[in-house]
């Protein structure tokens, strides 16, 4: 099992990013995908959920109407936008594989963003 993100980002403030997280070795619609993040200095912060079996998604009240989940199962790859970026969304990304028996059972190797101006 592999979860391979993005490279790191570098955006001002007010822009988006785009964070993409691809699957491999399992099937991809069997399981959840989340995002979790952690700013420097801070505890795991989780952000939302995507079904990638129906495009379902949930997500954390402190980010509803700024982040958006998408996937293409074509490709086995989650897509986690988030907008209207300020500084203190400056952090490292992660993507995790969940499902409600084992939990989070893979994480990729997180994508550092930095909002600076």
């Known amino acids: 099992v592999q979860l391979v993100q993005s490279v790191a980002e570098l955006t001002n403030p007010g822009a988006s990013v785009k964070v993409s997280c691809k699957a491999s070795g399992y099937t991809f619609i069997s399981y959840y995908i989340d995002c979790v993040r952690q700013?420097?200095?801070?505890?795991l912060e989780w952000m939302g959920r995507i079904d990638p079996e129906d495009g379902g998604t949930k997500y954390s009240?402190?980010?509803?109407?700024r982040v958006t989940f998408t996937t293409d199962t074509s490709t086995s790859t989650t897509y986690v936008e988030l907008s209207s970026l300020r500084s203190e969304d400056t952090a490292v990304y992660y993507c995790?594989?969940?499902?409600?028996?084992?939990?989070?059972?893979?994480w990729g190797q997180g994508t550092e963003v930095i909002v600076s101006s």
């Open positions: 995790a594989r969940y499902d409600t028996t084992t939990g989070f059972s893979s």
């Open positions: 700013a420097p200095g801070q505890g």
């Open positions: 009240p402190k980010f509803q109407g």
